[in-house]
């Protein structure tokens, strides 16, 4: 009583103890009242909630106007189109490469049922296959790639493409014993496009690609020559092999995205090597392979540039 008193004398509200403001234990089955908030002090201010700046933000832009803005719209679905045609191409490709990459493999294997006896029917054979193949499936990826930026696309459509080089290169050489040339490559393709549009044209990269895989080709038929007796046959691929390497390692180390090309270099070299095994082995051996190359009174094995090394 005197605490209030002296409280009520001084106009201050009484303070307690903290453990007399303590609430004090609910009994089972009896719930206390939830307490009021007591007023503001008559000095303070009214407590305000602060707000996001992203809310502030938010609500500064029209909503309405955000949501429908039909330039954006427009753009973003061009984007889309774009990327949807893009793609569907791609699949298209890919496809289209496969076959020809097919087919190639075909007139390889036909190439090599080269024999003394059915040389010409079977290169005759080959080049109608060769031609079918340029006629039904390089003709689609001329189709799908005229007048765009095939750069773009090169990675799915290149495997057919280096498929197809070697095919045509091998059935040059076993007719005429020449490269077929890049050029040559291009203009064959002029006929399959539209003149309205820019034509497709195979780079440098892919036909080099095709080439180096053209000597693991020769090396199979150079094997098969000797063990068929043309010896002299397996002597011009041995050298045409040798050149083409030796053409290819003066340009390899200058082109820019050579990885790919370096490990077929490497593969490359092994040919050369077996090719020039075999004929070393006949050089060397040649007494062994008597019965095997007929009866000829005076048969040649001098092993290329063998003479030069005698000296």
């Not at 007399?20 to 007023?39: E, H, I, N, V, Y």
């Amino acid at each position: 009583m005197v605490l209030l008193r002296v409280c009520h004398r001084f106009g201050r509200p009484p303070r307690f103890p903290s453990f007399l403001s303590m609430a004090a234990p609910q009994q089972p089955g009896k719930t206390l009242p939830r307490p009021c908030p007591s007023p503001p002090l008559s000095g303070s201010a009214p407590k305000r909630f602060r707000a996001m700046a992203t809310d502030v933000a938010a609500a500064a832009v029209d909503p309405p106007a955000a949501r429908g803005c039909p330039a954006m719209k427009a753009e973003f679905a061009k984007h889309a189109e774009y990327l949807n045609a893009l793609n569907d191409k791609r699949e298209r490709l890919v496809k289209a490469s496969r076959d020809v990459t097919m087919n190639s493999k075909k007139v390889i294997f036909q190439v090599h049922r080269i024999t003394k006896v059915n040389r010409d029917e079977v290169l005759s054979k080959a080049e109608n296959d060769l031609a079918a193949v340029v006629n039904q499936y390089i003709a689609k990826l001329v189709k799908e790639l005229q007048g765009t930026d095939f750069w773009k696309l090169r990675r799915a459509y290149t495997f057919g493409v280096q498929e197809y080089v070697e095919a045509a290169t091998l059935c040059r050489f076993c007719k005429t014993g020449t490269l077929l040339s890049l050029a040559e490559i291009n203009d064959s393709l002029l006929a399959l496009s539209d003149k309205s549009v820019e034509p497709l044209q195979l780079n440098v990269l892919d036909y080099l690609l095709g080439v180096a895989d053209l000597s693991g080709e020769l090396m199979r038929l150079a094997i098969g020559r000797i063990s068929d007796g043309e010896v002299e046959y397996a002597k011009t691929i041995c050298a045409f092999v040798r050149d083409i390497y030796r053409e290819l390692t003066l340009v390899v180390p200058l082109m820019d995205d050579n990885n790919e090309m370096k490990k077929k270099m490497e593969v490359m070299l092994q040919s050369v090597v077996k090719i020039e095994n075999a004929c070393f082995s006949v050089h060397v051996r040649g007494s062994e392979y008597i019965p095997l190359l007929g009866s000829s009174g005076d048969p040649d094995y001098s092993f290329f540039g063998a003479s030069d090394f005698d000296q």
